[in-house]
């Protein structure tokens, strides 16, 4: 690598370095061998070998991982092993991660949005997660898997869409991530591999709530954890914002991605008067933006830019209407689900919707590779 073929060498923090050419990212984080004896066949079980086409500083750019027990082929393409052949159900979210794909990360909006989420959510310290083996199972975009990173875990973040390519372009090349395209339904890892295990706002979203849990908690070793974050069913359906997404969802979640977009956008520009009113106005201001049919009242007291506010609003809005599957749960019914799987749940946390964590009974076993 000569000066002269570089623009510009950013290091937008001690772990990220990212080389620009002609103003183009050059550096990207790609599959590391490392992550092989992790992977497993999502159908047999069995081990998987990796074949390597295109390898670029030590990291799989394309090739295939091959099943040992069954035959079956996957394809590592773009840098990310491929166990599912699309997006399938979540192609609305493969588009919104990758449209919005920076706006929430805290590395990015400059404000402590995501970090005081995940921890309000999960109540895990840096303690709990650092030198960890940790699986962010619905990454998104990675604003989570981030801070699990910068708490010193070694993170493989997994998602059933295109959200993965956003992911791993936001978390370009940190030495401990690892980005993968594959379902709950059918996770490419052997049973209790994981020291953690996270899902953040993705459980409601599958169309059978119950097995994604199980599957999840399955990987999760003994004396492991796990944290969830799931849409509450309660009252709140039927009033202001999210009485609106219900009793709009059954039309809109039929619309055309663009057409979401374009109703977002109108509801967001229709709503602003509000919106920017609500900020400044306290609770009133809350109640106001609660009653409002754009998803906005959460992002009251964050110190977001007027843009970046409108944006992230647009995000969320878009996210309400168009998602294939909005089953919201009950707590007791996911503590029981989490129970049955041999967990012991902690004590509810205060955060809204179900917050809730738990650790697999017993020892562990075996050691992780
Ligand atoms: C609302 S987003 C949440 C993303 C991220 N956890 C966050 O909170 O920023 C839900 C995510 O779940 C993913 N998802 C839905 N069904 C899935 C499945 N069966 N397997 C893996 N991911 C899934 C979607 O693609 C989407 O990225
Ligand atoms: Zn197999």
């Not at 991982?65 to 035959?71: A, H, I, N, T, V």
């Not at 599958?206 to 003994?222: E, F, G, N, S």
């Not at 920017?276 to 998803?295: C, D, E, N, Q, T």
């Not at 647009?314 to 089953?327: G, I, V, W």
Request: charged content about 25%.
């Amino acid at each position: 690598m000569t000066l002269g073929s570089l623009q510009a060498i950013v290091a937008s923090s001690t772990w990220q370095l990212i080389v620009l050419r002609s103003g183009r990212f050059v550096a990207q984080p790609l599959m590391k061998h490392t992550l092989l004896p992790w992977l497993a066949c999502p159908t047999c079980h069995a081990a998987l070998k990796e074949e390597t086409r295109v390898e670029r500083d030590g990291e799989i750019e394309e090739g295939s991982l091959l099943c040992g027990g069954c035959g079956a082929v996957f394809p590592i393409t773009e840098g990310i092993p491929r166990f599912v052949a699309s997006d399938e159900y979540a192609s609305s979210f493969g588009h919104q991660w990758n449209r919005y794909a920076e706006l929430q990360l805290d590395s990015r909006n400059g404000t402590r949005f995501s970090e005081e989420r995940f921890r309000s959510i999960t109540e895990w310290t840096r303690e709990d997660l650092c030198g960890k083996l940790v699986l962010d199972v619905g990454c998104g975009s990675g604003r989570f898997a981030e801070i699990a990173l910068a708490d010193g875990a070694e993170v493989i973040a997994l998602d059933l869409s295109r959200a993965v390519d956003a992911c791993r372009r936001n978390l370009r090349a940190h030495p401990k991530l690892h980005v993968i395209q594959a379902s709950i339904y059918d996770l490419p890892f052997r049973d209790g591999l994981f020291d953690v295990v996270y899902s953040i706002g993705v459980i409601q979203h599958t169309p059978d709530p119950h097995q994604a849990v199980q599957r999840i908690a399955a990987k999760v070793a003994l004396n492991g954890r796990i944290g969830l974050w799931i849409y509450e069913l309660s009252w709140k359906a039927l009033v202001g914002t999210v009485g609106f997404k219900y009793l709009l969802r059954p039309m809109t979640r039929r619309c055309s991605i663009s057409t979401i977009e374009r109703w977002a956008a109108f509801l967001e520009r229709l709503c602003r008067p509000i919106t920017r009113w609500g900020r400044r106005h306290g609770l009133l201001g809350k109640i106001a933006m609660r009653m409002l049919p754009v998803s906005c009242a959460h992002l009251q007291s964050i110190p977001l830019s007027e843009t970046d506010f409108q944006e992230w609003v647009r995000l969320d809005t878009f996210d309400m209407y168009s998602p294939a599957h909005d089953h919201p749960q009950t707590f007791r019914r996911v503590r029981g689900w989490l129970v049955d799987a041999g967990f012991r749940p902690d004590p509810r946390h205060p955060h809204g919707g179900i917050s809730i964590t738990a650790t697999r009974l017993g020892e562990r076993a075996v050691e992780n590779p």
